[in-house]
């Protein structure tokens, strides 16, 4: 083998090393995920795009990029309802239960995970049967409750029912038995009491799952139409999502203006997520299921 074999041989190698280092191991598998991202974001790009259009090229290319720039369609957009009003109706009822849920899905949690009581396990499959239930059957009763109480129209009817989570209190129990429960009796060999052990020692190794549970209830809740439509009949108590049907007349819609309405009502779920998103990925990567 002459030297100049050797030196070229040495150069594919060197080659094939330095692409090994830049490219994944599994690059087919990047392929298939990017491939996903792009059909998920589709949609969103054709809402930005169209809510930046004039209304005369609502149904002409480009559909996901945009090449025109309407910034007026979202003053339009804004004046043509109190969407401040709309967005603090909203941003009241998402942190109420949000909040609710956090606080009373910790606690029932705390109980199925760590409390010894007669009926535990069977209550415990009792609230996951509720999962199964549609809420369309629980409706009308829900309704007749909150009227009962008068709570129509209010922040009242809006956050209470929404308050408990069967969801949220499975995910907490499941990251509750994941804890060592030799923290918890070394607490109460030093005089806490299961309040205070539940505040002081579960709560703060929990911070995970519980971002997660705040992720998806402020979510929901923000992006929820059909409970608040059955609760409110007063336009100073309806939240952005039937703002936004206000852009659909009978005989047609402003497809602009109800883009960049819905664009703007979009904004604070991506932020909630990019700001709770590092604890979400972290409970993903240390949660477990546990019997």
Known sequence: MNSSTMTWDSHEAETRFSLSRWLPRRWYLHLVLIAGALVMIAPL???LTLSLKP???????????????????????????PFARY?????????????????????????????????RNLLFLAVLGTMMLPFQVLLIPSYLIVKDLGWLNSFSGLIIPRMVSAF??????????????????????????????????????????????????????WNDFLWPLIVTDKPDMRTIQLGLVMFQGRYGTNWTLLMAGTVTATVPTIIAFLLGQRQFIESIALSGVKE
């Open 87 to 119: 967005y603090l109706n909203t941003a009241i009822m998402a942190g109420g239960v949000t909040l609710g849920q956090l606080l009373l899905g910790s606690l029932a949690a705390y109980a199925f995970a760590r409390l010894t009581f007669p009926g």
């Open 45 to 47: 790009l054709w809402m």
């Open 55 to 81: 209304a005369r090229l609502t149904y002409s290319p480009p559909y996901l990029i945009p090449t025109t720039f309407e910034w007026s369609n979202y003053v339009q957009a804004w004046e043509a309802a």
């Open 168 to 221: 949220g209190i499975f995910l907490l129990r499941q990251h509750y038995l994941s804890i060592p429960k030799e923290l918890d009796e070394a607490a109460l060999i030093d005089g806490a009491s299961r309040f205070g052990v539940w505040w002081r020692i579960i709560l703060p190794l929990s911070r995970p799952a519980l971002a997660t549970l705040a992720i998806f209830a402020f979510l929901f809740a």
